[in-house]
């Protein structure tokens, strides 16, 4: 049996859940999310409460039963809290700055590198060498930061380059001298 699909999940006061034709509308605060839902996972909402339901206990939908109850869980906390994700730029020269709703970054190419953000994303900076992403859709925020670590990777050798703000980056050992 799934230990997290079987959990209920709890609707905040603000928040409005319509369940229509195997897909989720969640409505909050800060805007409104959709999502295709699996055919084996039904949703049943009572006394302000949803519960995932699977036709079996079998593995495949103990694992659809799971996901189905993270992602709407997921979408509950975007529409009422939303999501960040920071990361920090380290090395000689490298910074950023926002030209408009885009964000410009000076990461040692002979051009800057531009991002612009999808429909539901923020960018910031924050200083020269701290961007923010910020959503409601969890999986949006994810996929951005991880496209703007992606345009430089942190070294493990000098440790330069973009990173989550706290990852930590295994350092390894350079070339030892000729002897």
């Known amino acids: 049996m799934s230990r ?8 905040p006061d603000g928040v409005e859940v319509k369940v229509k034709n195997q897909e989720i509308t969640v409505k909050g605060p800060k805007g409104t999310l959709t999502q295709s839902l699996h055919r084996y996972a039904n949703i049943k909402k009572h006394k302000g409460q949803l519960r995932v339901e699977v036709p079996g206990e079998e593995k495949r939908f103990r694992a659809v039963q799971g996901m189905t109850r993270s992602i ?9 809290k939303g999501y960040e994700k920071r990361l920090e730029m380290v090395g000689t020269g490298y910074r950023g700055a926002m030209k ?8 040692g190419f002979s051009h800057p590198a531009v991002v612009e953000p999808e429909e539901g994303i923020e960018l910031a900076m924050e200083g020269n060498n701290k961007i923010i992403v910020r959503g409601i859709d969890k999986q949006k925020v994810g996929r951005i930061a991880a496209s ?7 070294d493990p050798y000098l440790g330069k380059g973009i990173r989550y703000e706290g990852e930590y980056i ?3 050992v350079g070339k030892a001298g000729a002897q």
């Open 4 to 11: 997290i699909g079987v959990l209920p999940i709890s609707i």
């Open 72 to 80: 709407i869980t997921n979408m509950i906390e975007g529409v009422t």
């Open 100 to 107: 408009g709703n885009k964000l410009e970054l000076q990461l």
């Open 170 to 172: 295994r350092r390894k």
């Open 148 to 154: 703007i670590r992606q345009l430089r990777k942190p």
